[in-house]
């Protein structure tokens, strides 16, 4: 055998092998653990963006000619179809009966009436808001009050509502300070359990993916949102991780994507200048999602995100 066969066969037992990782990364990603630097939550947090790397695997395979090789580089790709694919055509279905806007609106946004006027401008009927300090709140408070007269707030996450809000109650996630809330709010007569979370940040250091704070606000809203009596529930917020997670689990077990069921696209959100993933969410039960996108940029570091439901 010439050294060049050898080293063709070579390079193409590294393109197979590659192959199969990635198609094992994509399919199996719940397998891979987490007692290693979160790793497993990491690769979840951006998995979409692995099917980028089928595209020059299948380039090197076809340059160098080896069927085999092509196709080894299909597998990943019919992995990630089955599990994307179905995300990227417009699934709108029509108007709803309400529609929320929520918006991590950035501790450090000083630009409130600019960014009051982006969410309102898609005429939402509830306007959830997390990461608000208090001098934003008053600020708020006055560029809404006209259009949205009902309101909740608790601590840095608050409500606005055009429909009336017949109680409200901090959901304690143990933090010492409020990050989530429970709303019911009377929409045209029909009472909907309105919850909205602002989960606490991640952070990816030479300790990994370090989420455990995380991690455990989200147990503690998932057994928030587990003893709900309302049927219909939505929430929505910064829960600072994608559906993917396996984190958000105790969350995303009982509430659909809105996004996934009504919208186009992956729906990213964060970092608002060039987004790269979906933290910012909207998930809902007993409702049907109608539509559901993510509006223009505002000041912050994240982009609103938008959904309309039909009883």
């Not at 198609?23 to 980028?52: C, D, K, M, Q």
């Not at 509502?161 to 007569?189: C, H, M, T, Y």
Request: hydrophobic share 50%.
């Amino acid at each position: 055998m010439s050294r060049t066969s050898r080293g063709t066969k070579i390079f193409s037992a590294i393109i197979i092998a590659c192959s199969l990782l990635l198609a094992a990364v994509l399919g199996l990603h719940r397998f891979i653990p987490n007692r290693w630097y979160n790793l497993g939550s990491l690769i979840e947090t951006f998995l979409p963006w692995f099917g980028l790397l089928i595209l020059p695997l299948l380039i090197l395979a076809a340059v160098r000619r080896r069927p085999v090789a092509i196709a080894a580089t299909l597998v990943p790709a019919i992995v990630w179809f089955s599990d994307f694919a179905g995300l990227i055509p417009d699934k709108e279905i029509g108007d709803g009966d309400f529609r929320i806007v929520a918006h991590n609106v950035n501790a450090e946004n000083l630009d409130t009436e600019a960014t009051a006027a982006t969410l309102v401008e898609a005429e939402p009927d509830l306007i959830a808001l997390v990461e608000l300090t208090a001098e934003q709140q008053e600020s708020w408070g006055v560029a809404l009050a006209e259009q949205y007269p009902y309101s909740a707030v608790f601590g840095t996450v608050g409500l606005w509502s055009n429909q009336p809000i017949a109680a409200s109650n901090e959901v304690d996630l143990n933090l010492g300070w409020a990050r989530a809330f429970r709303a019911e709010v009377e929409i045209d007569g029909e009472p909907v359990a309105v919850y909205v979370a602002h989960l606490l940040s991640v952070r990816v250091n030479s300790e990994g993916f370090t989420s455990a704070q995380r991690n455990d606000t989200a147990n503690l809203l998932g057994e928030a949102i587990a003893a709900e009596d309302l049927e219909r529930v939505v929430l929505a917020g910064d829960l600072n991780g994608t559906v993917q997670d396996r984190s958000l689990a105790p969350i995303t077990y009982q509430l659909e994507s809105a996004q996934a069921a009504a919208g186009k696209g992956f729906g990213f959100t964060w970092p608002a200048d060039r987004p790269l993933a979906r933290i910012d969410q909207v998930l809902y039960r007993g409702l049907e999602a109608t539509a559901s996108g993510v509006l223009d940029s505002t000041a912050s570091d994240h982009r609103p995100v938008s959904a309309d439901f039909r009883f």
